[in-house]
């Protein structure tokens, strides 16, 4: 065997342990279990893995998305919203529950600007445009690594948000979909 097909097949199973934990981390972000030892054992396979890849800062912030999804679930839970102090004039009287920095990758412009999430829509502001999208409006909510889609049908998507951070995609996914439920129950 040539070098180069070693390293090849060092790298494609060191690829492949990647895989297998950022499938272990999807699966963690869907349970509501804010005490699940998942968490911990994930941080620790990412340590381990820590020993033979050279760059896991992604996967780091994904750990730092579990964290903060944990922080929040307890209050959701117990039926607390988060309240964001903002006096956007965008949203009005509206209570602010979640704003983050985000980009419409949708948009052929790809404005960038802010997301905010009211008890009546979920709004976006920058580039030069305001877009609101009410919840009433929205049947699923679908997270994609840092893009969050709201989505009307199975042919539409009402918003397309891109945020910064995995915390903040996770934590605006989480959010739109306590927020949207109410308005779902009442078709």
Same mark, same amino acid.
């Given at each position: 065997?040539?070098?180069?097909?070693?390293? #090849?097949?060092?790298?494609?199973?060191?690829?492949?342990?990647?895989?297998?934990?950022?499938?272990?981390? @999807? @699966?963690?972000?869907?349970?509501?279990?804010?005490?699940?030892?998942?968490?911990?054992h994930?941080?620790?396979?990412?340590?381990?893995?820590?020993?033979?890849?050279? =760059?896991?800062?992604?996967?780091?912030?994904?750990?730092?998305?579990?964290? %903060?999804?944990?922080? %929040?679930?307890?209050?959701? &839970?117990?039926?607390?919203?988060?309240?964001?102090?903002? $006096?956007?004039?965008?949203?009005?009287?509206? &209570?602010?529950?979640?704003?983050?920095?985000?980009?419409l990758?949708?948009?052929q412009?790809?404005?960038?600007? $802010?997301?905010?999430?009211?008890?009546?829509?979920?709004?976006?502001?920058?580039?030069?445009?305001?877009?609101?999208?009410?919840?009433?409006?929205?049947?699923?909510?679908?997270?994609?690594?840092?893009?969050?889609?709201?989505?009307?049908?199975?042919?539409?998507?009402?918003?397309?948000?891109?945020?910064n951070?995995?915390? =903040?995609?996770?934590?605006?996914?989480?959010?739109?979909?306590?927020?949207?439920?109410? @308005? $779902?129950? #009442?078709?």
């Amino acid at each position: 065997m040539t070098i180069f097909g070693w390293l #090849k097949r060092n790298h494609a199973r060191h690829n492949g342990a990647l895989l297998e934990w950022r499938a272990r981390w @999807a @699966a963690a972000i869907e349970t509501a279990d804010p005490s699940s030892t998942t968490d911990d054992h994930l941080r620790r396979q990412l340590d381990e893995l820590g020993a033979t890849e050279p =760059d896991l800062e992604i996967e780091r912030e994904m750990l730092d998305a579990l964290e %903060a999804l944990r922080r %929040a679930q307890p209050d959701l &839970a117990g039926g607390s919203l988060p309240i964001v102090e903002t $006096r956007h004039r965008v949203i009005g009287q509206d &209570a602010c529950h979640f704003t983050a920095p985000a980009s419409l990758p949708s948009d052929q412009s790809q404005p960038a600007g $802010r997301v905010l999430l009211t008890g009546a829509r979920a709004v976006f502001v920058g580039g030069g445009r305001t877009s609101a999208t009410p919840w009433h409006a929205v049947r699923t909510i679908v997270r994609r690594e840092r893009d969050v889609l709201l989505v009307r049908t199975a042919e539409s998507a009402a918003a397309h948000f891109r945020f910064n951070t995995y915390a =903040d995609a996770v934590l605006c996914a989480l959010l739109a979909r306590h927020l949207a439920e109410p @308005a $779902r129950s #009442k078709r």
